[in-house]
């Protein structure tokens, strides 16, 4: 697999969106760290986004690199509420003092994941950063600004992956099956552009996808982020599955671009299913989206 620097969808004078992946699993070279997480740097043609934080600091390293400057971000959005998309939550308050702060009403809760040692280990934020008065609180559907918003409440038409066994929720005292209703998902329109970003897809990738298109009436054109296909404590999903899900993504017509927990070999199969509708995005990448109105 070859991860490439830049990928430009198109080359055309005009308006574009600029996506930089700040933290992923993999990274294109050994001149930026890469992590278990996620952090994607995006840039439209009104607004300076940062979706995810990654597992620590990390994101912050790395974006001096890409010359990103953090400290001008508008929006931070934490996709749910795991370490990994929201580890790095206290250096971004730290670096930014302005920036509004997304999460879903849940994120907060007491989340652990059962490791291959039969320990629990707490992979929840940090409770501490609850109260800052950068953080907004999401619901179901939430607009964040025009053409940017995000949803969440996804309906469980097709199983969720069965990696996230061994994810729970702490409610009562008790260790709960996590339900996931704190994972909300970004969309972002721009001149009839659609980009869907998600972060882990605890929810189902189709899932997550047929409830864009009920609320939207039409596909995304783009769709980025991790589908959860392997689990960190080992094993991935089958591949009758993968072949399933990527036969239905690849009759969306959308572009896809995967990364993080979808896992290099689910990639791979997907890969072989899709062909030129999927790529993967590793740490350093640099993708380039042309949103002019009359491309």
């Known amino acids: 697999m070859v991860y490439n620097k830049a990928i430009e969808l198109f080359r055309k004078d005009g308006e574009i969106m600029i996506i930089k992946t700040l933290v992923e699993n993999t990274s294109i070279s050994k001149d930026f760290g890469s992590e278990h997480g996620l952090s994607f740097y995006i840039e439209t043609n009104k607004h300076k986004i940062l979706f995810d934080t990654g597992a620590s600091s990390l994101f912050f390293t790395n974006a001096k690199k890409l010359g990103v400057n953090i400290d001008g971000i508008e929006y931070l959005i934490v996709s ?27 994120a907060f809760e007491k989340y652990y994941a059962l490791r291959s040692n039969d320990k629990l280990n707490f992979i929840g934020l940090d409770e501490e950063l609850k109260q800052n008065k950068q953080i907004i609180f999401t619901s179901d559907r939430f607009i964040i600004s025009e053409g940017i918003q995000v949803f969440s409440n996804i309906g469980q038409r097709e199983p969720r992956p069965t990696s996230n066994r061994g994810l729970f929720i702490e409610q009562n005292g008790q260790m709960m099956d996590d339900t996931f209703v704190h994972e909300q998902n970004l969309v972002i329109e721009e001149n009839g552009k659609i980009l869907l970003v998600t972060g882990c897809s605890h929810n189902g990738i189709i899932n997550i996808v047929k409830h864009f298109h009920d609320s939207k009436g039409s596909m995304p054109d783009y769709v980025i982020g991790g589908f ?11 591949f009758d599955t993968i072949d399933r899900i990527g036969e239905y993504l690849l009759g969306t017509k959308a572009k896809y671009y995967t990364c993080h927990c979808t896992g290099i070999e689910p990639y791979k199969r997907l890969k072989s299913v899709m062909g030129e509708s999927i790529d993967y995005l590793s740490t350093g990448s640099e993708l380039t989206i042309n949103t002019s109105a009359d491309f």
């Open 80 to 106: 749910h509420g795991h370490y990994d998309h929201g580890g790095g939550l206290k250096t971004f308050l730290q670096e930014n003092t302005k920036a509004k702060v997304f999460l879903h009403r849940f």
């Open 228 to 238: 959860h296909l392997s689990s960190r404590s080992g094993g991935n999903e089958n």
